[in-house]
Nanobody, 125 residues
Framework: QVQLVESGGGLVQAGGSLRLSCAASGRTFVRYAMGWLRQAPGKEREFVTSIRWTTGEPYYSDSVEGRFTISRDVAKNTMSLQMNNLQAEDTAVYYC??????????????????WGQGTQVTVSS
């Protein structure tokens, strides 16, 4: 069984920063990429960013490009998301996900195989 556990969420003022982490454990699994998605109240889960596991190549949605930075530590089997200049619209539950597939951003929501339980990020304006 594969487990993904997020940590690092919380409450921050607009313009502030937070760092999320995702730790993978359990059985060894094939992993093309890991990523972060988020879901705000009343909205669909949306793609935020992903990172190719072997090369570290990142991909960002337009809404976070330049503010968020994704990284991974292969040896520690962890992934992180540094979020700077947070805005009220970034408020959401953030989910860590992993996939063995090469997915388009729009496909992560329905096709990523492994998910964490989510961590709440709240940005006060």
């Amino acid at each position: 069984q594969v487990q993904l556990v997020e940590s690092g969420g919380g409450l921050v003022q607009a313009g502030g920063s937070l760092r999320l982490s995702c730790a993978a454990s359990g059985r060894t699994f094939v992993r093309y990429a890991m990523g972060w998605l988020r879901q705000a109240p009343g909205k669909e889960r949306e793609f935020v960013t992903s990172i190719r596991w072997t090369t570290g190549e990142p991909y960002y949605s337009d809404s976070v490009e330049g503010r968020f930075t994704i990284s991974r530590d292969v040896a520690k089997n962890t992934m992180s998301l540094q979020m700077n200049n947070l805005q009220a619209e970034d408020t959401a539950v953030y989910y860590c996900a992993a996939t063995a597939l090469r997915l388009r951003p729009a496909d992560w929501r329905t096709m990523a195989e492994y998910w964490g339980q989510g961590t709440q990020v709240t940005v006060s304006s």
